[in-house]
């Protein structure tokens, strides 16, 4: 059975290609890829980020609070009906992250999130969590809002327990009815590093060296964050387009029943 409960410490850093590709040559004999990196080539991640009609869970991401959570549906595939996927409540505090998830089908976890509906079979599922996750569904109306994809490159510790490195790039979002947008510059990479504890002062000491640096970097509060500047832009400009238009009537109609400007027929 997949884990369902992750506790771990997280911190993200924005990294080029040469330093991952140094970092990686500096690790090397201490990791080894994750059971999904076959061959060392990256897989892909799909999420659906859920939230209300208000966005209430995307702008606490925004503002960066001390404590946030998420809720999202999280494949390891393109979304299909019958494929298995993880509904997840992602919690976090300052640095430290616990992560809490259930496995269903697509199909099942649509149904309960949006009309919390619980999968005909439940005996599998870690049922703590299960309602755990229906207690917060039931108390809000929730939609499927944001597609967000990426590619990941995962490797894990030979020598300290629990420490995992993940390396995130390609990353796009999509929205219903509307554009594509590219969330981290091409060649980019999000890289996460989680621990159980700290982080031994021999990594501290190898970030340092290659000017690694810790960076603040959500995907789905990036993604917010062009959304709503894209919408302030379009409103913008579609009320300079409004007055322009009240202009330009004002002065078609002053220039045509203004009596001064008006000729006279007799």
Same mark, same amino acid.
């Given at each position: 059975?997949? #884990? &369902?409960?992750?506790?771990?410490? =997280?911190?993200?850093?924005?990294?080029?290609?040469?330093?991952?590709?140094?970092?990686?040559?500096?690790?090397?004999?201490?990791?080894?890829?994750?059971?999904?990196?076959?061959?060392?080539?990256? %897989?892909?991640?799909?999420?659906?980020?859920?939230?209300?009609?208000? /966005?209430?869970?995307?702008?606490?991401?925004?503002?960066?609070?001390? %404590?946030? &959570?998420?809720?999202?549906?999280?494949?390891?595939?393109?979304?299909?009906?019958?494929?298995?996927?993880?509904? =997840?409540?992602? #919690?976090? %505090?300052?640095?430290?992250?616990?992560?809490?998830?259930?496995?269903?089908?697509? *199909?099942?976890?649509?149904?309960?999130?949006?009309?919390?509906?619980?999968?005909?079979?439940?005996? /599998?599922? !870690? *049922?703590?969590?299960? $309602?755990?996750?229906?207690?917060?569904?039931?108390?809000?109306?929730?939609?499927?809002?944001?597609?967000?994809?990426?590619?990941?490159?995962?490797? @894990?510790?030979?020598?300290?327990?629990?420490?995992? @490195?993940?390396?995130?790039? /390609?990353?796009?979002?999509?929205?219903?009815?509307?554009?594509?947008?590219?969330?981290?510059?091409?060649?980019?990479?999000?890289?996460?590093?989680?621990?159980?504890?700290? @982080?031994?002062?021999?990594?501290?000491?190898?970030? *340092?060296?290659?000017?690694? $640096?810790?960076?603040?970097?959500?995907?789905?509060?990036?993604?917010? &964050?062009?959304?709503?500047?894209?919408?302030?832009?379009?409103?913008?400009?579609? #009320?300079?387009?409004?007055?322009?238009?009240?202009? !330009?009537?004002?002065?078609?109609?002053?220039?045509?029943? !203004?009596?001064?400007?008006?000729?006279?027929?007799?």
């Amino acid at each position: 059975m997949a #884990k &369902e409960v992750f506790g771990r410490h =997280e911190c993200k850093f924005i990294v080029n290609q040469q330093q991952k590709d140094a970092l990686l040559v500096a690790l090397k004999k201490s990791i080894e890829h994750d059971i999904y990196n076959k061959d060392g080539k990256p %897989y892909t991640i799909y999420n659906y980020y859920i939230d209300d009609a208000y /966005n209430t869970y995307l702008q606490r991401s925004v503002s960066k609070p001390r %404590y946030k &959570e998420k809720l999202r549906i999280r494949g390891y595939a393109p979304f299909t009906d019958t494929g298995i996927v993880f509904v =997840e409540v992602k #919690k976090k %505090y300052k640095k430290y992250g616990n992560k809490r998830r259930v496995q269903m089908t697509f *199909q099942e976890a649509k149904a309960f999130i949006e009309k919390g509906v619980l999968p005909a079979d439940i005996s /599998n599922i !870690n *049922q703590q969590v299960l $309602y755990e996750l229906k207690t917060m569904i039931d108390k809000q109306r929730l939609h499927l809002k944001v597609h967000v994809q990426y590619d990941r490159y995962a490797f @894990f510790s030979t020598t300290e327990k629990g420490l995992r @490195f993940t390396f995130d790039t /390609n990353i796009i979002s999509h929205r219903k009815h509307d554009k594509t947008r590219i969330l981290l510059e091409p060649g980019l990479y999000v890289l996460e590093i989680k621990a159980e504890g700290s @982080f031994p002062l021999w990594l501290v000491k190898l970030l *340092q060296q290659h000017q690694i $640096y810790k960076q603040s970097f959500s995907k789905i509060g990036k993604e917010y &964050e062009l959304y709503t500047k894209e919408l302030a832009e379009k409103k913008h400009a579609n #009320k300079q387009m409004e007055e322009l238009y009240v202009r !330009n009537t004002v002065q078609y109609n002053y220039r045509h029943n !203004n009596p001064i400007t008006r000729k006279s027929t007799l």
